[in-house]
């Protein structure tokens, strides 16, 4: 009987966790960090955000993890670990900028928190019991205003466990990628914008973008005086000197059928990016690592895959393409990378395309290369003349100069270079860089502002493009034709900032949102990938027509959500035809509470979603099609159910038919 009585209470004893392994310390730095998402940049093992040793009030670490919010990494321990132990901060790289906030969960309770920490905020101690916890958590936040710089440190992070590893979780199933938009059929079809403007007497060039078996004859009668167009390309050229708004009748015809649609023109004072710019940009991919040939090569493929007749067009040089000095009449030129920028810009027009620039009004860079300071007027007149369509007008170096935090010192320097684009002989579009400070949205317009960052740069996340594009809700007051809340690039195909490229973190359900919401946004769709390495999957993604639409619809209404409940949200956007689209978003998490931030469940694949037809303004009966497969789902009347992926999307567009 005491035998037996020994033999219970030993095995009771094993059952509460008791082990002949030894407790062994597994570092954060030596540990699998794929799966850590970060909020902008990478995640660097024993280095900073941007590379610089790990940094916290002065003391310098030689073990950790430097990450950026939101930053979110979750571990399996199984119940094997015994204490988790760090040291958090600000890293000193960013002093006087940032606000953050630490977070240790376990099980879905929060075990330690940091509170609010900026750089003057001393180094926090770690130390936790995490005995029996099954699933851990390491949580940055961004402390309830942006992520703009928060670099944030988990200096000596280590776990004590009993066993020999920790498996890393992934915080959504990549899955394989699929392919919903279908194939581009024989017969033509316009696409792109419905209206298009430019200023009295400058050089106007339009490409009418049109799907279709070649050859294609395309006819543009009405055209306005001074224009006139090549009907094997559909590019429209020439100079209108009357203000006005001219209808112009579009067909294209080819064996397989044809198709007509109209294309307003308005020639006017500031009537450029009626509908949101579409192209590529250099910086998400490249970074300082482009030169002329990477240039000229996506502008090249953006035809050679098609792009060109979904409406792409523009090609958009980033920064790192300046000569370190100005010559001594003052003359801004380009460096070694780019021995012909003229000759480049005019290898773009002649495919169809627009090429644009990168400045900032400081006297630097983002990247330390002259900026357009006191020689706005002079570099106005240099991109004119090696014809550029757009500039990116990037803050960075103007920090050191602002005179003071009024909202008219924000506003000086747009105001400057706005007059000096008014000055030149041509149209450029105008995209002001400045991280939605000082709420921008509000002002982009009055500056003269044709779009405007609304963010600090975006990453390839799920918690970057989340954060940043489910927060755009407070801007759409200020969305409209030449007006467009920019929340940075779409980091979808392969991205890398920098020499060395890689395909987007982002899971196939995760790309489908990102274009799906930027569509509903009227955001710029400016692609930040390697143009010559598109994919199947990629290209599926950026040439569904119906969805294209939905950003480059007329009105300019951006999207609002109507529904945000339980891990759900429902975005809705007004069309010019009386319709609306609307986006049924799975997030699986929120943006605000730190539990709710993990996926704890891995099971969560998809989700059964039923949407209140009266919440989206629909009282009686509507059919509802289903933008990415180009499919009507049918006619509803008061609800209707759609199954949609963890972080991904059902895209549709609803029409009242009573």
């Given at each position: 009987?005491?035998?037996a009585?020994?033999?219970?209470?030993l095995a009771?004893?094993?059952?509460?966790?008791c082990?002949?392994?030894?407790?062994?310390?597994v570092?954060?730095?030596e540990?699998?960090?794929s799966?850590m998402?970060?909020?902008w940049?990478?995640?660097h093992v024993?280095?900073?955000?941007?590379?610089?040793?790990l940094t916290i009030?002065?003391?310098?670490?030689?073990?950790?993890?430097?990450?950026?919010?939101?930053?979110?990494y979750?571990v399996?321990?199984?119940?094997?670990?015994r204490r988790?132990?760090a040291t958090v901060g600000?890293?000193?790289?960013v002093?006087?900028?940032?606000?953050?906030?630490?977070f240790?969960?376990g099980?879905?309770k929060i075990?330690w928190?940091?509170?609010?920490m900026?750089d003057?905020?001393?180094?926090?101690?770690?130390d936790?019991d995490?005995?029996g916890?099954?699933k851990?958590?390491l949580?940055?936040t961004?402390?309830?205003?942006?992520?703009n710089f928060?670099?944030?440190?988990?200096a000596?992070?280590?776990f004590?466990?009993?066993?020999?590893?920790?498996?890393?979780l992934?915080q959504?199933?990549?899955?394989e990628?699929?392919?919903?938009t279908?194939?581009?059929?024989?017969?033509?079809?316009?696409?792109g914008?419905?209206v298009?403007?430019?200023t009295?007497?400058?050089?106007?060039?339009?490409?009418?973008p049109?799907?279709?078996?070649?050859?294609?004859?395309?006819?543009?009668?009405n055209l306005?005086a001074?224009?006139s167009?090549?009907p094997?390309?559909?590019v429209?050229?020439?100079?209108?000197k009357q203000?006005?708004?001219?209808?112009?009748?579009?067909?294209?015809?080819?064996?397989a059928?044809?198709?007509?649609?109209t294309?307003?023109?308005?020639?006017?004072k500031?009537?450029?990016a009626?509908t949101?710019?579409?192209?590529?940009?250099?910086?998400?991919?490249w970074?300082?690592?482009?030169?002329q040939?990477?240039?000229?090569?996506?502008?090249?493929?953006?035809?050679?895959h098609?792009?060109?007749e979904?409406?792409?067009?523009?090609?958009?040089?980033d920064?790192?393409w300046?000569s370190s000095?100005?010559?001594?009449?003052g003359e801004?030129?380009?460096?070694?990378k780019f021995?012909?920028i003229?000759?480049?810009?005019?290898?773009?027009?002649?495919?169809?395309?627009?090429?644009?620039?990168?400045?900032?009004?400081?006297?630097t860079?983002c990247?330390g290369?002259?900026g357009?300071y006191k020689f706005?007027?002079?570099d106005a007149?240099?991109?004119?003349?090696w014809?550029m369509?757009?500039?990116?007008?990037d803050?960075?170096?103007y920090?050191r100069?602002?005179?003071?935090?009024t909202l008219?010192?924000?506003?000086k320097?747009?105001?400057v270079m706005?007059?000096?684009?008014?000055?030149?002989?041509?149209?450029?579009?105008?995209s002001?860089?400045?991280?939605?400070?000082?709420d921008?949205?509000a002002?982009?317009a009055?500056?003269?502002?044709d779009?405007w960052?609304?963010?600090?740069?975006?990453?390839?996340?799920?918690?970057?493009l989340?954060?940043?594009?489910f927060?755009?809700?407070k801007?759409?007051?200020?969305?409209g034709?030449?007006?467009?809340?920019d929340?940075?690039m779409?980091?979808?195909?392969?991205?890398g900032?920098?020499?060395?490229?890689?395909?987007?973190?982002?899971?196939?359900?995760?790309?489908?949102?990102?274009?799906?919401?930027?569509?509903l946004?009227a955001?710029p769709?400016l692609?930040?990938?390697d143009m010559?390495?598109?994919?199947d999957?990629?290209?599926?993604?950026?040439?569904?027509?119906?969805?294209?639409a939905?950003?480059?619809?007329?009105?300019?209404?951006?999207?609002?959500?109507l529904?945000r409940e339980d891990?759900?949200?429902v975005?809705?956007?007004e069309?010019?035809?009386?319709?609306?689209?609307?986006?049924v978003?799975?997030t699986?998490s929120?943006?605000?509470?730190?539990?709710?931030?993990f996926?704890?469940?891995?099971?969560?694949t998809?989700?059964?979603?039923?949407?209140?037809?009266?919440a989206?303004g629909f009282?009686g009966?509507?059919?509802v099609?289903?933008l990415?497969?180009?499919?009507?789902?049918?006619?509803?009347?008061g609800t209707?159910?759609?199954?949609v992926p963890?972080?991904?999307?059902?895209?549709?567009k609803i029409t009242?038919t009573?």
């Amino acid at each position: 009987m005491k035998r037996a009585i020994l033999i219970a209470v030993l095995a009771a004893f094993l059952g509460m966790g008791c082990s002949t392994q030894p407790v062994k310390t597994v570092w954060l730095d030596e540990m699998d960090l794929s799966t850590m998402e970060t909020g902008w940049g990478s995640n660097h093992v024993k280095k900073s955000v941007d590379r610089n040793p790990l940094t916290i009030n002065g003391t310098v670490y030689e073990r950790g993890v430097g990450t950026h919010a939101i930053s979110k990494y979750m571990v399996d321990l199984g119940g094997k670990g015994r204490r988790f132990m760090a040291t958090v901060g600000v890293d000193d790289e960013v002093k006087g900028k940032a606000s953050l906030e630490f977070f240790v969960l376990g099980d879905k309770k929060i075990l330690w928190q940091s509170g609010i920490m900026t750089d003057t905020t001393a180094a926090l101690p770690v130390d936790i019991d995490i005995r029996g916890v099954k699933k851990l958590a390491l949580l940055v936040t961004d402390g309830g205003d942006n992520i703009n710089f928060d670099h944030a440190n988990w200096a000596d992070a280590r776990f004590e466990i009993r066993g020999d590893t920790i498996l890393a979780l992934p915080q959504a199933v990549a899955g394989e990628p699929y392919i919903l938009t279908p194939p581009v059929g024989d017969a033509p079809r316009i696409n792109g914008p419905s209206v298009t403007g430019a200023t009295p007497g400058r050089p106007f060039m339009y490409k009418i973008p049109v799907t279709g078996k070649r050859p294609m004859t395309i006819i543009a009668a009405n055209l306005p005086a001074g224009l006139s167009m090549d009907p094997a390309t559909g590019v429209i050229t020439g100079k209108v000197k009357q203000e006005g708004e001219y209808l112009v009748d579009v067909r294209a015809k080819n064996e397989a059928g044809e198709a007509a649609r109209t294309l307003k023109i308005i020639i006017g004072k500031h009537k450029l990016a009626l509908t949101p710019p579409m192209g590529w940009n250099s910086w998400n991919n490249w970074a300082c690592a482009v030169d002329q040939e990477k240039v000229k090569a996506s502008a090249d493929a953006m035809v050679s895959h098609g792009l060109i007749e979904h409406g792409w067009c523009y090609i958009n040089i980033d920064d790192c393409w300046q000569s370190s000095e100005r010559t001594k009449a003052g003359e801004l030129l380009p460096n070694e990378k780019f021995p012909d920028i003229k000759g480049l810009a005019d290898h773009v027009h002649s495919l169809g395309l627009k090429i644009g620039i990168y400045s900032s009004p400081g006297p630097t860079t983002c990247a330390g290369y002259p900026g357009s300071y006191k020689f706005e007027l002079r570099d106005a007149q240099t991109w004119a003349n090696w014809g550029m369509d757009y500039i990116k007008y990037d803050w960075c170096g103007y920090s050191r100069v602002v005179e003071d935090n009024t909202l008219e010192a924000y506003q000086k320097p747009y105001r400057v270079m706005r007059e000096a684009l008014d000055r030149v002989d041509r149209d450029i579009v105008y995209s002001l860089c400045q991280y939605g400070m000082k709420d921008v949205s509000a002002w982009g317009a009055e500056v003269g502002g044709d779009l405007w960052r609304t963010t600090g740069d975006i990453g390839d996340s799920w918690n970057s493009l989340s954060s940043i594009g489910f927060a755009q809700d407070k801007n759409s007051p200020y969305a409209g034709p030449s007006a467009w809340n920019d929340p940075d690039m779409l980091v979808l195909g392969y991205v890398g900032w920098g020499a060395s490229l890689s395909p987007t973190r982002l899971t196939p359900d995760e790309q489908y949102s990102h274009i799906s919401l930027w569509s509903l946004l009227a955001a710029p769709l400016l692609l930040g990938c390697d143009m010559e390495r598109l994919d199947d999957f990629t290209l599926n993604l950026i040439t569904n027509d119906e969805v294209i639409a939905v950003n480059q619809d007329a009105l300019g209404k951006q999207a609002v959500p109507l529904v945000r409940e339980d891990g759900m949200e429902v975005w809705v956007k007004e069309l010019e035809d009386g319709s609306k689209a609307a986006g049924v978003f799975y997030t699986g998490s929120s943006n605000t509470d730190p539990v709710e931030m993990f996926n704890w469940d891995e099971g969560k694949t998809s989700r059964k979603i039923t949407v209140d037809l009266a919440a989206l303004g629909f009282a009686g009966k509507c059919t509802v099609r289903d933008l990415w497969r180009q499919q009507e789902l049918g006619a509803f009347t008061g609800t209707f159910d759609t199954e949609v992926p963890f972080h991904g999307v059902t895209l549709v567009k609803i029409t009242a038919t009573e």
